[in-house]
């Protein structure tokens, strides 16, 4: 399918696929969306930086790699060690990669090398990004991945449930649920109410948080504690 690189309205690129009408961040802005969803509702306000620590993320469309720079970013600043999977089964190129202006955007033109790392280093296997941050990248569709890991936060971030259903079922929460830690957190840009019926079916405990610009609510999703 064509890719399209677009300027959202923060500054940040993003990339539109006219076919399936969708792009893979708001175009109210890239970097803002990443930030406010996946670092702050989900890295941030889950706790998980309260204590120096090895922490399991696990990315569930790795697209342009901003979220997983942003996470990089945010290990290094809090000085705890992140183990980062990311699941995406198809990869952009490496023209469309060499155009995205994040760093440039962020002020952190020193960071540039590891975003090209990130996207430069092979899948499969994990690799060390940073001292903080290790990447193992995943080429598979979300329900043949298998890991025996379980992870402290889910970003889930794939395309709208308009465009890609298949991915907002109850079958796909029920294998969220079976990957997060007790007391693990998935967050997501989609406020739907079918999506939230889905994910309280799994057995999560969800609540609608207010939404990055231009989108009122999202999602937040825990895992809860077993009870005894």
Known sequence: MKHELILTKDGSHTISIPEMKVTYHSVHGAIQ??????????LIDSGLFDFIGLH????????????????????????NRIYYT??????????????????????????NPLFEKIHACGWE?????????????????????STENMFDIIYFDAFAPAAQPELW???????????????????TYCSKGEVRRNMIAAGFKVEKIPGPPGKR????????????
């Open 33 to 42: 969306e990443s930030q406010h969803v996946f670092i702050k509702a989900g």
């Open 56 to 79: 399991h993320v696990l990315e569930m469309g790795f697209g342009t790699g901003l979220n997983a720079l942003l996470t990089l970013i945010e290990a290094g600043k809090h000085k």
């Open 86 to 111: 990311a699941i995406e089964l198809y990869p952009l190129n490496d023209t469309e990669i060499s155009q995205l202006n994040y760093c440039q955007q962020l002020e952190l033109p020193d960071y």
């Open 125 to 145: 296997e994990m690799y060390e990004i940073t001292d903080n941050f290790r990447l193992t990248k995943r080429k598979c569709n979300l329900l043949d991945f």
């Open 169 to 187: 079922t109850k079958e796909i929460f029920d294998k969220m649920f079976g990957l997060l830690k007790p007391g693990g957190t998935l967050v």
């Open 217 to 228: 609510e999202m999602l937040r999703a825990i895992r809860p504690q077993p009870t005894f």
